[in-house]
């Protein structure tokens, strides 16, 4: 780790030098060998944007036409995990704890990270996975000599497109220093919580309000469409009021027009209020409402919607008028 903190020292100087301004020379972040597991609609906007930024990054991602992808915009193709052994900071952007599990601990007979990074390396995962998981990870991590740093993201994927990103972060606090100047890159904020499981919890907190805000704005809806007001009406005055937010904003067209094409699905908001439920019954917190909410959608996924954007509980719980 003193080798690779001593070559981040460097870099870091160079980054806070210029980072007042928009155009940061970031091409000094490529004296690292930086690798990436799994890409999907969130990492592959951040790979790019590390791309365009000079940084060389080797993927590892399952689904060819994605991978394919990749490569054309510059990245190099690592076949496995065990193929990031040298890197000095391996991230990853994986669906559930399952899968971060195999990367971890490996899958028959192909060892994981665990037992495959070098000693000093860095892990950083940004995935919404549970505490639970989280923390066996952390074990094995440390046991291996890999500095871990949780690093979950809340934003969208047009978001990611941007790179106005947040980032939640906790963990080793000298993996935080290595990964801040690449998870610039990628972000407009940036928020280091603890050195622990910090940032899983602080993903549920916003993950809860979010998926909320779902379920109570189609009760409202479908309240005002049967009192005579239109939709659009309704959601130009809303966007207007104290109870405004930039989430309810951002989705507004998508509401009027009916159009639930999935940024975050249904199944997906399921996946992670189980992760919220489960977290709560373990520290033995009452979660009456998210309980209800979580029932919600998997109502609505029981009704055919389980791959729409999580606003179509709006599309579920039905109405009389449409614009």
């Known amino acids: 780790m003193r080798f690779l903190m001593s070559r981040l020292t460097f870099v870091t100087s160079v980054l806070e030098k210029d980072r007042a301004g928009m155009d940061h020379n970031l091409t000094m972040l490529d004296r690292l060998k930086i690798g990436w597991i799994g890409a999907g609609k969130m990492g592959g906007p951040m790979i790019r944007n590390l791309l365009r930024q000079g940084v060389s990054v080797a993927v590892t991602e399952p689904v060819t036409d994605t991978a394919a992808a990749l490569v054309s915009a510059g990245a190099t193709t690592a076949m496995s995990p065990t193929d990031h052994a040298q890197s000095d900071i391996v991230f990853a952007t994986v669906p559930n704890d399952q899968v971060l599990t195999a990367i971890i601990f490996g899958q028959g007979d192909m060892p994981g990270l665990a037992a495959s990074l070098r000693r000093g390396a860095v892990f950083v995962e940004m995935s919404t996975v549970s505490p639970d998981c989280s923390a066996r990870v952390a074990v094995a991590l440390a046991d291996a000599g890999v500095a871990y740093l949780r690093a979950p993201l809340s934003g969208s994927t047009a978001l990611a497109e941007q790179a ?127 309980g209800l909410i979580l029932q919600q959608y998997r109502d609505a996924a029981e009704a055919g919607l389980k791959d729409e954007d999580f606003f179509a509980l709006v599309k579920w719980r039905g109405g009389t008028l449409r614009d």
């Open 164 to 290: 106005t990103l947040t980032i939640l972060a906790s963990g080793d606090k000298e993996a935080w220093a290595a990964a801040e100047p690449y998870l610039a890159v990628m972000s407009a904020r940036r928020f280091y919580l603890g050195h622990g499981e910090e940032a899983r919890y602080m993903k549920l907190v916003l993950n809860t309000l979010v998926g909320a805000t779902s379920a109570i704005l189609a009760e409202a809806l479908a309240l005002g469409e049967a009192g005579g007001l239109s939709r659009s009406a309704i959601m130009e005055v809303v966007s207007e009021s104290a109870v405004a937010s930039p989430l309810l904003k951002y989705k507004t067209g998508a509401i009027v027009a009916n159009d639930f094409s999935p940024a975050f699905s249904v199944a997906q908001m399921i996946k992670d209020f189980t992760l919220i439920n489960t977290a709560a019954v373990a520290h033995d917190v009452p979660q009456d409402v998210t």
